[in-house]
């Protein structure tokens, strides 16, 4: 029996069959399940070039990520040079030939992802898209662009001068909109992610002005304070996702140092229940083995990338301790037993409560064991800032 997001996604499919790829550039088919790859801002912020980018992709088929499921290797800001006398935008010196670049990612069987803002000047002060959204959409389209990431930055410029809130407001929504219309027009699948911090409450609207994922928060950082602010705050936002449209969390920062294995299981686990796109944001080229494990977790990418696209949410706090729960296409649950306190915490799972009526199956995923029937409340000890993360039937 085919789920609803199944469903849903095959009607979608079959009417942009029956229409021109204009309509569905950006539709659910473009971001089916929330985009997986790897983003060069968390790690290299303004220190990349064309070899880093080339680098990131041989290291994502030979670390194994991409047979994992990572795919788009996304460009961030610094990348924009000057406009030329027809104003079509340029790369910097860091990018000399922006097409072959396509072209190899496109060889190693990746995509490529690229970063403007709506605004006259990107959050780190380049070349916005102002005024030449269309030219700038063709040019990505021209050169095999397969992501767009849209940061509103400059745009604030003009939303400040506006005489009110809803006029601000306005000029952001028309903005998103301006771009969803070029991308469209180019008939170049390309996913349209918006980035504004999540201001104005953008999952009630995201998907009106063409979003396949939007960012709920600010800026993420490498520490266990700013993952989990950011993780846990994300409760309540389930029913605005589905599939071509997730709430985007911000970027990982699995592998960068900041936090310790547990931390970053808590990461990795919280961003699956929460259909987050899993875009990686380290270094490929010198990842130890056990990053390599944490992003390539195929049970955990499962839970992520499940097909009924139903983001899961937060259904029982104990102080500390919480319980995310998300609902998965095989009937079973994806249950995240979290530890927000720094030291070791024990509690009792009473699967009663979690919406499971009768003994239950279950595994634990990370220590990829199963635990066999369970029928009365189940104690765990978690370890501090850590997680247990199991699939229950
Ligand atoms: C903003 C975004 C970041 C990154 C930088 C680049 O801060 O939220 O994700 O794209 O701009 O300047």
Redesign the pocket.
């Known amino acids: 029996m085919m789920s609803h997001g199944t469903k849903f996604l095959a009607l979608v499919l079959s009417v942009c069959g029956m229409f021109s790829a204009r309509l569905c550039a950006q539709g659910p088919a473009t971001a089916a399940t929330p985009p997986m790859g790897w983003?060069s801002?968390n790690h290299f912020r303004n220190k990349v070039d064309d070899a880093t980018i080339r680098a990131q992709a041989d290291a994502m088929v030979s670390s194994g990520m991409r047979d994992a499921g990572y795919i788009y290797v996304n460009i961030?800001?610094?990348w924009e040079g000057e406009r030329d006398a027809q104003g079509i935008i340029q790369a910097n010196s860091k990018f000399p030939d922006m097409k072959a670049l396509a072209d190899y990612v496109h060889s190693k069987g990746l995509k490529l992802g690229i970063?403007s803002s709506p605004g006259a000047k990107?959050?780190?002060k380049f070349e916005g898209s102002l005024g030449h959204e269309e030219q700038d959409a063709k040019t990505y389209a021209a050169w095999g662009i397969d992501y767009l990431?849209y940061?509103l930055?400059g745009l604030r410029e003009q939303m400040k001068a506006a005489p009110s809130p809803e006029a601000a407001h306005q000029i952001m929504v028309d903005a998103y909109i301006k771009m969803r219309d070029a991308l469209r027009s180019t008939g170049r699948p390309i996913v349209y992610s918006l980035?504004q911090?999540g201001n104005d409450a953008v999952w009630r609207w995201g998907t009106d002005v063409g979003g396949n994922l939007w960012?709920t928060t600010?800026?993420i950082s490498d520490k266990y304070a700013s993952m989990s602010q950011i993780g846990f705050s994300q409760a309540g936002l389930a029913r605005f996702a589905g599939p071509g449209h997730w709430n985007d969390p911000?970027?990982l920062e699995v592998g960068n140092g900041g936090m310790n294995t547990e931390e970053y299981r808590t990461h990795m686990s919280l961003w699956a229940i929460l259909a987050a796109p899993l875009l990686a944001g380290n270094d490929l080229t010198t990842m130890t083995p056990e990053t390599v494990a944490l992003l390539t977790n195929r049970e955990v990418i499962a839970i992520d990338q499940d097909k009924t696209g139903e983001q899961g949410d937060r259904l029982w706090a104990e102080g500390p301790i919480e319980i995310w729960v998300r609902r998965l296409a095989d009937g079973s649950k994806a249950l995240g037993v979290f530890n927000r306190h720094p030291s070791v915490m024990t509690t009792v799972i009473d699967f009663s409560k979690l919406g499971f009526s009768g003994p239950v199956r279950a595994r634990d995923v990370w220590q990829a064991k199963d635990l066999g029937g369970i029928s009365a409340p189940y104690p765990v000890s978690i370890p501090g800032h850590g997680v247990i993360l199991l699939r229950v039937k």
Do not use: F, P, S
């Open positions: 983003n801002w961030d800001d610094t970063y990107t959050c780190a990431k940061d930055c980035c911090y960012r600010g800026d911000d970027m």
